[in-house]
C-alpha cells in the first residue's frame, strides 16, 4: 500500500475515534481541572493520545505484513515503545508522577527501542556508545514533545508536519517502514487536530505527547541520511533529525536553562516557553501556534535540502536554521521583557 493511504487511513480513524476518546475521558475521569497556567476554564478530556496511538496502528496494518516484513523486530519494538509511552503518559495524567519515576520510566521505553535494533550510530562503531546515544536522544525527544504540549494544536501541529517530512525523506530512500510509519503518524495528528485546533475540545495528554515524542525519535532514527552506496555531496545529512526537530529541542533546552537560572526545578512546569513568550509579544495563542508550525516547516524543508545539496548550499542550511532560533531567541527575550521578567 502506498504511504498516502496509510495516511488517509490513519486520518479518517483518528477523526473517528477522538469523539469515542471524549466520551471515554469523562467517563474514566482523565480530566485536566482548571487552575495555574491553565487557559481552559472547564475539565478537558485528555485521552486524545489513546485515539492517536489506535489510529497509527490501524494505518500500519492496513500497510499489509508484505510492506514491513523485513523489518518486524524493528517495527515491534517501536509499536511496543510507543504503547509503553502512551501507557506512562496516561499514569503521569492520572497521579502526577514524581520526576524520577518517570524518568526512569522513560529509559526503559528507550531501551526497549534500542533492544529491537533502533540506533544512532553517527559513524561511530561502538555499540555501547551507539546504545547510550539511543536512550539519551529517545529520551531527550520524548520531553522536548511532552514540554511543547503546552497551547491548544501545537504538540499535534508540530509532530504532523515533522512526521510528514520523515516520510518523505524515507520515500526518497525506499524505506517503507519509516515511511510507513510516519504517514501513519501524520495521518493520525491530522485526523485528531480538528478537534485540538483551534479550539481544543480533547487534550493529546501526556499520553499523547509522550507517544508523538517516542515516534518521532524514533523516526528520526529509521531512515538512512547519508546514502554509502550513493553518496550525498556532504557529511551534514546527519544533522536532519536535529534540524527537523529544532523548535521542540531549543525549548527543552530554553525552558530548562531558564529554571536552572531562576533556581527553579527543571521539572516544574510554567509559561515561558516559546509559545507563551510569543502571546506576551500581542500574538494570539492561535497565531502564536500558526507561526510555530510555519517555523517548523522553514526548518524541514531546509533540512530534506540537506539529501542532495552541495557544500554551499548545506552551509546555507545550517546557517538558516541558526537564524530561525536565533529569531526565536530574540522573540523570546523580548516576550520577557514585555512581561516584566527581564529574563
Avoid at 512526521?163 to 503518524?185: S, Y
Avoid at 492561535?286 to 554551499?312: C, D, E, I, Q, R
Wanted: charged share 10%.
Amino acid at each position: 500500500m502506498q504511504p498516502w493511504l496509510t495516511l488517509i487511513i490513519a486520518a479518517v480513524a483518528a477523526f473517528a475515534l477522538t469523539p469515542l476518546a471524549r466520551l471515554a475521558s469523562r467517563w474514566l475521569g482523565f480530566l485536566d481541572d482548571p487552575g495555574y497556567r491553565k487557559i481552559h476554564a472547564e475539565p478537558m478530556p485528555l485521552l486524545g493520545g489513546v485515539a492517536v496511538f489506535a489510529a497509527v496502528a490501524l494505518g500500519v496494518l492496513a500497510a499489509g505484513p508484505a510492506e514491513l516484513a523485513e523489518d518486524g523486530r524493528h517495527l515491534a519494538g517501536i509499536l511496543g515503545g510507543a504503547a509503553l509511552a502512551l501507557a506512562l503518559g496516561l499514569v503521569d495524567d492520572r497521579r502526577d508522577l514524581k520526576a524520577a519515576p518517570k524518568l526512569m520510566g522513560q529509559l526503559l521505553i528507550a531501551l526497549v527501542a534500542a533492544a529491537s535494533g533502533l540506533r544512532m550510530t553517527l559513524f561511530i562503531p561502538v555499540p555501547a556508545l551507539q546504545w547510550l546515544l539511543t536512550v539519551l536522544w529517545l529520551v531527550t525527544v520524548m520531553n522536548a514533545l511532552n514540554f511543547m504540549d503546552n497551547m491548544d494544536g501545537l504538540c499535534s501541529g508540530v509532530g504532523a508536519i515533522c512526521a510528514l517530512i520523515f516520510g518523505g525523506i524515507a520515500m526518497a530512500h525506499g524505506q517503507p517502514l519509516a515511511a510507513t510509519l510516519a504517514a501513519a503518524l501524520a495521518g493520525a495528528l491530522l485526523g485528531f487536530l480538528p478537534w485540538n485546533f483551534p479550539r481544543a475540545r480533547i487534550f493529546l495528554g501526556d499520553g499523547g505527547s509522550h507517544l508523538v515524542g517516542f515516534l518521532l525519535g524514533a523516526l528520526a532514527l529509521l531512515p538512512s541520511y547519508y546514502q554509502h552506496r550513493n553518496p550525498s555531496p556532504t557529511l551534514l545529512p546527519v544533522l536532519i533529525p536535529l534540524i527537523v526537530l529544532a523548535l521542540p529541542l531549543f525549548d527543552l533546552v530554553a525552558v530548562m536553562w531558564q529554571r536552572w537560572r531562576q533556581g527553579v526545578p527543571v521539572y516544574i512546569g510554567d509559561t515561558n516557553h516559546i509559545s507563551h513568550r510569543f502571546v506576551r509579544l500581542g500574538l494570539s495563542p492561535v497565531a502564536a501556534v500558526t507561526v510555530l508550525y510555519l517555523l517548523t516547516l522553514v526548518l524541514g524543508f531546509g533540512a530534506v535540502l540537506l539529501l542532495w545539496a552541495p557544500p554551499w548550499v548545506a552551509v546555507l542550511v545550517v546557517a538558516q536554521t541558526l537564524g530561525v532560533l536565533a529569531v526565536v531567541t530574540a522573540m523570546q527575550y523580548f516576550g520577557a521583557r514585555r512581561n516584566g521578567s527581564g529574563r
